[in-house]
């Protein structure tokens, strides 16, 4: 699933007008004349933004109990208007349970959902205002759209962005689109997301097209469309090569597939644009060392090192490397930084099995013994415990090394064979 994180900072915010002034409604009401005059009036100071006092100047007719939806509507906007959106609320659903069609009341409704985050009924009330507007606003529709994602309504959001889609083509699609995106994110379509993706990845411009390609390609990625992926990577290198992102993309598509000498290339180009990261460095040296270039790996390596002097994985790495190198002196210089009491088994097997090739057998020895607490499974270590021993002519811990060898299963033949040996050898 794409993040909606990475989505939202594209979703265009709510476009909010308050609606004010009654008249355009007016026009044919049987508005008596002194209540008329008295919602001029409390305009007026609303205006002023005395609102406490325009309450006050109303307060009488609603006293009354049947009363005008105009007297209802002004009395919702002074609450609106002095951020008092609450107790709005019921004066808006008054007029519009009394006046179904008033659109104004509708969408200040909206408004005062929308801020109490009842996203829900926000949506529902600017569908209503849209549907009432003449000419209709496709604006209001995206409104009633946006607040349906808010409130987790995805299927309901798309299907108004899709209808805006489809019911105005001459108009901008890019907010409608994002919303879209966002929707079938949320929903984890991403094949259903894909087209528009692909659009908004080609009409957007500058930094925010950047962000819809990146999209694009992991969407490709996500839907395993790996060619899609390569493709796309590979035109926007070939149109923005300067910027670092794509190179850093192209790496990831190349590795994910194996093609690790590509992947290496374009990690190289992206050295080249920006300081590589810890972890990009130790890529480059893990690409080098697999690709059979040992001395540039090693390079890398001792540039992390120093930063991490007593990390295991990257002296375990540089090890390997210079043995590549046929350096097996370098490659133990480099175990031996690892911390005194690590208890890394690879590390120490390795460091246990180098200092036995340089013929160092009295420390082969000590190390196989320190490993043999360590592993779960140790016939192996305590046979080559024995060679060492053996090699180094320390008798008495090669023999008692070779009795605990014969205990296992798989090293119970020759350690015997060993033993029969050294009792010929001490026979002498």
């Not at 699933?1 to 355009?24: K, N, Y």
């Not at 493709?231 to 598509?253: C, F, M, R």
């Not at 990009?280 to 790996?297: M, S």
């Not at 590390?347 to 009295?362: E, G, M, V």
């Amino acid at each position: 699933m794409i993040e909606l994180i990475f989505l939202r900072r594209w979703l265009l915010i709510l476009v909010l007008t308050i609606v004010l002034s009654p008249a355009r409604s007016v026009a044919s009401d049987d508005l008596p004349l002194r209540v008329r005059n008295l919602i001029v009036q409390t305009q007026q100071l609303m205006e002023l933004e005395q609102y406490d006092k325009a309450l006050e100047l109303l307060e009488p007719q609603w006293q009354l109990g049947e009363h005008h939806y105009l007297v209802d509507f002004t009395v919702g906007n002074i609450y609106l208007l002095s951020q008092r959106h609450i107790e709005a609320i019921p004066w808006y659903r008054a007029v519009v349970q009394k006046q179904p069609e008033y659109r104004g009341a509708w969408l200040n409704l909206a408004q005062c959902y929308y801020v109490q985050e009842q996203y829900a009924l926000a949506a529902e009330a600017f569908e209503q205002g849209y549907k009432l507007s003449i000419p209709r606003q496709p604006t209001l529709r995206y409104n009633a759209a946006l607040a349906y994602l808010q409130a987790g309504k995805f299927e309901h959001s798309l299907v108004l962005l899709k209808r805006l889609v489809v019911d105005y083509p001459d108009e901008d699609h890019t907010a409608w689109r994002i919303a879209l995106v966002q929707g079938y994110s949320a929903l984890d379509q991403p094949l259903n997301a894909l087209p528009h993706v692909e659009i908004l990845a080609q009409t957007t411009t500058a930094t925010e097209q950047r962000r819809w390609r990146e999209l694009l390609i992991q969407h490709y990625l996500l839907l395993k469309m790996v060619d899609k992926a390569l493709i796309a990577a590979n035109h926007y290198v070939q149109v923005d090569g300067l910027e670092p992102l794509w190179w850093k993309l192209l790496t990831s598509i190349h590795l994910d597939a194996g093609r690790y000498s590509e992947g290496l290339v374009a990690l190289k180009v992206l050295a080249y644009l920006q300081p590589l990261s810890e972890q990009e460095q130790h890529l480059l040296a893990d690409l080098y060392l697999t690709l059979g270039v040992p001395k540039e790996a090693v390079r890398y390596y001792e540039t992390l090192q120093q930063q991490r002097p007593y990390d295991e994985q990257l002296l375990s790495r540089l090890a390997h490397a210079s043995l590549n190198l046929h350096q097996p002196d370098q490659a133990l210089f480099w175990l031996e930084h690892a911390q005194a009491d690590t208890d890394n088994v690879s590390l120490l097997r390795l460091q246990a099995q180098l200092l036995f090739s340089l013929k160092r057998y009295a420390e082969a020895v000590e190390l196989f013994e320190r490993l043999t607490r360590l592993e779960k499974d140790s016939g192996a270590t305590w046979l080559m415990q024995g060679y060492a021993a053996w090699n180094g002519e320390m008798w008495a811990q090669a023999r008692r090394a070779l009795n605990r060898a014969q205990r296992y299963p798989q090293q119970r033949k020759k350690a015997k064979q060993l033993l029969h040996q050294l009792d010929v050898i001490e026979s002498r």
